[in-house]
C-alpha cells in the first residue's frame, strides 16, 4: 500500500541550528514529492515540490529537500531555522498518473528564540 | 486571487446529528479534493472531483458521508449520522492540474459531542 512515513513527531529546536526532518514513502512507480507546511492559525501551503531533473530542490524560506531514489526518501533541510519556522510540516507523494495526495503523520518543529 | 472558501469554521454537534460543510475552490480549479485531518494525523483524502465527476471516493465512508459538486463549482460534503470518532477538521483543496500542487482552505473545524 502507498505510504509515507514522518520519522519525527516534534522537533524542538533553538533559532540558528540546523534543521533535518525525515520523509521516507512507499510508492509503486514514477512519483511527485512535496512538503507542505501549515503555520499556527493558517491552512496548509505548498512549500516545495519534486516532480523530475535535479533531486535537490529548493523552496520558499531557505528549506530544499533531497530527492534520493534509491532510499525512498524526501527529507528537508534549512540550514539555519528562525522562530518564524515553528509549524507543521508534511511530507506528501503522489503518483504521476494523477492520484490524489497521501500525506504523512506530520512533524511539528517548534523553535525558540 | 481569492483562495478556497470553506464555511463553516467550526462546528459542534451531538452524535447521530447531521452536519454539511461547503467549499468553493479557487476559481478555474477543476479538480476538488476533501481530506480529513484528525487530530496528531495527516490529512485523509475523502473523495477527489474533477469538474462534477468522482474521480477517487475508495476512502470516503459511504454509509454515513456524502458528497457532490454538482455543477462542477462548488461543493458540499455532509456527514449523516455523525459519529464520535468523526471529529476533525474537513479541509477542502482545489488544483489547476492534477500535479499534487494543492491549494487548501482554512479547514472546517467539527466536534461531535
Known amino acids: 500500500a502507498q505510504s509515507v512515513s514522518q520519522h519525527n513527531h516534534h522537533v524542538i529546536l533553538s533559532e540558528a541550528a540546523s534543521l533535518e526532518l525525515g520523509c521516507n514513502y512507499s510508492y509503486g512507480g514514477t512519483v511527485n514529492l512535496f512538503w507542505y507546511v501549515q503555520y499556527p492559525g493558517q491552512h496548509l501551503q505548498l512549500l516545495l515540490k519534486y516532480f523530475s531533473g535535479d533531486p535537490l530542490v529548493k523552496g520558499i524560506k531557505g528549506f530544499e529537500a533531497e530527492f534520493i531514489k534509491s532510499k525512498f526518501s524526501f527529507n528537508l533541510r534549512k540550514p539555519s531555522v528562525q522562530w518564524s519556522d515553528t509549524a507543521e510540516y508534511f511530507c506528501a507523494v503522489t503518483g504521476q498518473a494523477g492520484t490524489a495526495l497521501i500525506f504523512g503523520k506530520g512533524t511539528t518543529l517548534s523553535v525558540s528564540s | ?113
Open chain 2, 1 to 113: 486571487e481569492a483562495g478556497v472558501a470553506q464555511s463553516p469554521r467550526y462546528k459542534i454537534i451531538e452524535k447521530r446529528q447531521s452536519v454539511a460543510f461547503w467549499c468553493n475552490p479557487i476559481s478555474g480549479h477543476a479538480t476538488l479534493y476533501w481530506y480529513q485531518q484528525i487530530l496528531g494525523q495527516g490529512p485523509k483524502l475523502l473523495i477527489q472531483f474533477q469538474n462534477n465527476g468522482v474521480v477517487d471516493d475508495s476512502q470516503l465512508p459511504k454509509d454515513r458521508f456524502s458528497a457532490e459538486r454538482l455543477k462542477g463549482v462548488d461543493s458540499t460534503l455532509k456527514i449523516q449520522p455523525a459519529k464520535l470518532e468523526d471529529s476533525a477538521v474537513y479541509l477542502c483543496a482545489s488544483s489547476l492540474q492534477n500535479t499534487g500542487e494543492l491549494f487548501f482552505g482554512e479547514g472546517s473545524r467539527l466536534t461531535v459531542l
